[in-house]
Each structure stands twice: as C-alpha cells, then as structure tokens.
C-alpha cells in the first residue's frame, strides 16, 4: 500500500510538472492494476490527463481496471473517435458492461464509430438478461475444428490468441459451431505436429447455458476448479466463455449485494465513496420505513399488556435482553441458511432437516442460557424463583422461535424466487420482537394470574 502510495506520488509531480515523456516511460514499467488504482484516486481531469498519456498498448488494459464512473467521465471526455477506439481494444465482455450503464445517445455515437466486428460482438451481449451467463461472458476465444493438425491448431493460436480473452483451453467445434471437445495449451505443445485434433480432444464437456445465473455459473466454477468455462446456446452451439476473472467479479458484487440486502439497504452499483448522499437516502430510506411501521406492532402488544406491566414493574426491565437474545438468535440461523443457499449445499426440500436441527441447536443455546440467566437472576438481582423462572421460560421459547424463523423464512423466499438474503437479521428481528413480548407476557400473565 504504501509502495503504491509513493507511485502515486511520483506520476503527480510528473504531471503537474509536465514531464509527459518520463510520465509515459514510469507507467510502462507498471502493472496496469497499480495506474487504475492510482487514476481512481485522482481528480477527474488529472484522471483525463493521465489517461491520454498512456501508451497505447497497455491504455485499453488500465481503462478496463477503472472504476465504472472513472470510466464514464474518460468516455464521455474523449472525441467519438477516440472513444471507439477505446472500446475497440476492451474485451467485448468489459465493454458491454461499460455500454450497459451509459446513456443510450453517447452509447449510439460509440457503435457508430467502432468497428463492425466489435459493434456485432457488443450488441450480441447486451441482448442476453441482466445477471445471466451470457450477459457476463466474452466473445473472444480460440475456437478449433476437429479435423485440424496440432500443427494448424498451433498457427490458428497465433493468429488470434492476442485477442482471446485466454488460450490455455482451446475449444474445438464442428462445422454447425456445436461443441464437441477441449484441448489445452499445454497438451497441443508436446503433440506431434500431424496429429489430429479431433483424435486427442477430451470429449468430456463441461458447459453452461446462455440463460443460466451469473451465481450458479460460479458455483460450477468452484466446483470443478475451472479457469474457463464455455457457454452455449439452446442448441449446444458454442458462443462464448466465462473466465475466473469473470467469476471473481461476479462473486464480489453478489457477496455486496446479499450485504446490503442482510442489512436492510437497496442494492447499489457504485462504491461507498462515490454514492452521494441523496442516492444513500434512497436506498436505505424504504426499508427504514417499512420496518419502523412494522415494529408498531411491538408497541402494540405492550399497550395491550399495560396491567401486567403495572402490577410488575420489574418484568419491564427484562424486555430488552428477551428481544435483542431473539434477534440474535434469529440472525445467527439465517446468516448460515442463507450461505448455504448461495453454495448450492440445501434447497426448500430440506427445510425439514434444516429445522429439525435448528431446533436441536435452539434447544441446547437456550437452556445454557437460560440457566447462566437464572442463576444471575437469583444471585444479583434478588428475583423471586417464580419471577426467574417465567424469565427464563420465555427465554427458551423465543430461541427456539428466533432459530426456527431464521431458518424458514430464507429457505420460504428462496422456494418462492425472492432473494434469501431479504429475510436477514432486520426482518427476522421486527418478527422475533413481537413474538417474544407475545410470549413473555402470556406466561407472565397465566403465571401470575394478573
């Protein structure tokens, strides 16, 4: 970090000293990665200045690195032609992401001016849905025929392996474009040159449809360990590939997403750092809302139990750690439910199994608690065994509950097609609140006999 500081440091005073020619020889000794950190972090116009001195070869690499409102202000900063150009160079993947956020008449200037290769291969993704594999996949890979050489295989590599998006894997299709097999790399290398490609290819495929989610796309890379893998059309016909690249990027906007639903915000693209205030509001102002009007019913159910209130004051100073032992409770079950969704490990099918031994775990968590709790009660505040026991009681009960609804609710909106994450801890916790005070009053009260 502080290496890159110090980079940073450097390519300012390069700038602001007008040294263009030093500027342009320090950038091409540095990772792309490194100069998007840095240009990320720069005033828009220093970003601008930046960006025109790169050198062409490694420019299209740092723009693809960029933050995408970075990337916005350089688009539309550039002439058309330079912008195309630009585009031109990004992989068909990362400038359909850049497209899709941008506004429809800067996006028509861009096509008009881009090459017919690179306008098809856009246009051919931005028809697929938002979050599908074919939305996220890149049109750039190394495409062989089964009746090809490992000698022609290799000349084909070299002709367009530049702009490939990898060529570790090779994949070999028919006449009608169907998939038929993989060779990689490292195999075609060590083959005899006469070879034929469709006698050494591994047959055993492993694909992914168009229409398929983005999540479930990077499940199957985590399961076989893949570093590509292809993606075919309804008829097995091979239009493109997803890499890991891809995947990891995947992953990190749904970990963000399943967050900030968990945490009761609307989802957002842009970084902490670049959402505006107003923006912030609205994302997290409708939830807010909604769970403020519903945690009324709490306050309604004490109202309704104002005698029993009156005529023990003290049970009101246990409220508190009955509903937040609840919420916790609840959370704990729905954070582990709801990963396990994301994984692929359970389904609405096993919502017996996962029940059953939630309410095992709520069964163990709230006798221990229950039993610290009751000799607290009885040795520091000098209860009643009555009065500890209806505590003590109720708090067994709202676990039990707390871990139950933790455990339904995600695996409910999952079978119903909603985000499981929605069912996260401010939902589950406004439930629990209500359904605690109902229990700790009910027994209070038939206890009591008030």
Known sequence: MEELKNKEHILLELLSNKEYTKLRQTAADMQTADIAAIMDEMEDEDSLKMFRLLPKDMAADVFADLELDDQQYIIQSLSDREAASVIDNLMADDATD??????????????????????????????????????????????LR??????????????????????????????????????????????????????????????????????????????????AMPVVDNENRMVGIITIDDVVDILEEEATEDIEKMAAILPTDKPYSKTGVLETYKKRMPWLLFLMISA?????????????????????AYIPML????????????????????????DFADVLIAMWKEI?????????????????????DRLTVTLALIICATLILVVIFAKMMGCFLPLLAAKLGFDPAVMASPLITTIVDAVSLTIYFTIATNVLHI
């Open 146 to 227: 089964e009746n090809m050489t490992v000698a022609d295989a290799i000349e084909r590599i070299r002709k367009i392996g530049l702009d490939s998006e990898t060529v570790n894997i090779c994949y070999v299709v028919n006449a009608q474009r169907v998939l038929v097999g993989t060779v990689a790399l490292r195999y075609l290398v060590i083959l005899k040159p006469d070879d034929i490609i469709g006698e050494v290819m591994n047959e055993n495929i492993i694909s992914i449809g168009t229409m398929t989610d983005q999540e479930e796309a990077a499940r199957l890379f985590q399961k076989y360990d893949f570093t």
């Open 323 to 346: 509903m937040d032992t609840g919420g916790n409770a609840g959370s704990q079950a729905s954070v582990s439910i709801i990963r396990s969704l994301s994984l692929g490990e359970i």
């Open 360 to 380: 095992r775990v709520a069964v163990l968590c709230g006798a221990t608690l229950a039993c610290t709790n009751f000799i607290k009660l009885m040795l520091f």
């Open 98 to 143: 850049l497209l899709e956020e941008m506004p429809a008449n800067v996006v028509k200037k861009i096509l008009q001016n881009a090459r017919p290769d690179t306008r098809a291969d856009i246009n051919h993704l931005l028809r697929y849905p938002e979050d599908s594999a074919g939305s996220v996949m890149t049109v750039e890979f190394v495409d």
């Open 296 to 316: 009324t019913f709490t306050g309604a159910i004490i109202t309704r139990y104002e005698a029993a209130l009156a005529s023990y004051v003290v049970l009101t």
